[in-house]
């Protein structure tokens, strides 16, 4: 059984799928490749057969109709035999050193009487002409190099949100919590991360800049004029995030915490852009969104709405709409917008 499963969704990556490959290759024999060509009608498929011929014992492709990025990791987790399971995307890529680290780290665990659910590791903002690249680490509120439970979290400051880059599961937890994305929606990824939480009991922090998290392209689904044309998704995404847990009965405190400013950060993002598109339409989509929250759960309205990131999306007029937009640049922090 192989350690680490990497699965990459591609669809249409010919430009940039090879450098992410080649990143993950020296992981060698403890390592399976899985690239999850999506329906892509470029040189992609080619390019990921190539490489399966080149290295058989370690990458797996799977070809499937497109079905989008959730349906892409789907079929990675399927077709995973690692203990651990971790998605890259096509378009980036991991440093060599932190992923020596990262699996001399899983070894020693797999060798030990220790069950490991998460490990957490730094990933890096690699924006195009970005000067100074911004770091996303956790050494503030994470216990490092060791086995620790939720009990040991310290404070997360707005904007210390655990993404999918930061986070590598046991494949078993995936499937236990029966994990499934769903098909043509993007911004998954925030369900991938917030789905699995009450079911990781144990976690380890390795301060490594392993994930190179690439943004500057121009139809990149994390591009603000792209995610303001797909807001339907995201408030798709939020909603489910809204309905898979009643957040208040969740037993840990801090965990139940932790979920609770997640989805907070999500729901302003879906409110700002929402704002932010400046149309009646999406203003009505906007308040729909809050109404949903209302008939869901009360007490996560109140909770949401009264917050100070609450409060500040949801001013009266066009002057408290500034206000909103002014916030914006947190949001902006976490998810990294162009």
Known sequence: MKLLSIAIPCYNSQDYMERCIKS????????????????????????????????????????????????AVNAGLKNASGLFFKVVDSDDWVDEDAYQQIL?????????????????SNFVYE????????????TSALPQDQLFAWDDVRHMHKGQYLLMHSVIYRTKLLQECNLKLPKHTF????????????????????????YRYFIGRDDQSVNEQVMIRRIDQQIKVNKMMIDAYDLWKISNKK??????????????????????????????????????????????????????MGNTMNLPGKGGRKISIAAYKIAQKVVGFN
């Not at 998954?188 to 380890?204: A, Q, T, W």
């Open 127 to 138: 924006k195009e002409g970005a000067k100074h690249k911004k770091v996303m680490k956790y």
């Open 255 to 308: 965990l139940r915490r932790y979920m609770f400013n997640y989805l907070e950060i999500i729901t302003v993002i879906s409110t700002v852009l929402l704002i932010r598109s400046g149309t009646e339409e999406n203003l009505e989509k906007k308040r729909e969104l809050w109404r949903y929250i209302k008939q869901k759960d009360l007490r996560l309205f109140h909770r949401l709405r009264n917050g100070i």
């Open 187 to 210: 911004y998954v990824d925030n369900l991938y991360v917030y789905e699995p939480l009450p079911f990781v009991k144990s976690m380890y922090y390795l301060n490594v800049d392993f």
């Open 24 to 71: 993950l290759l020296p992981g060698g024999g403890d390592v399976e490749i899985i690239i999850v060509d999506d329906g892509s009608r470029d040189m992609t498929p080619e390019i990921a057969d190539a490489y399966r011929k080149k290295f058989p014992d370690i990458v797996k492709v799977v070809h499937q109709e497109n079905g989008g990025h959730g349906e």
């Open 104 to 120: 001399d780290t899983l070894r020693e665990i797999v060798g030990s009487d220790h069950t490991l659910d998460m490990l957490i």
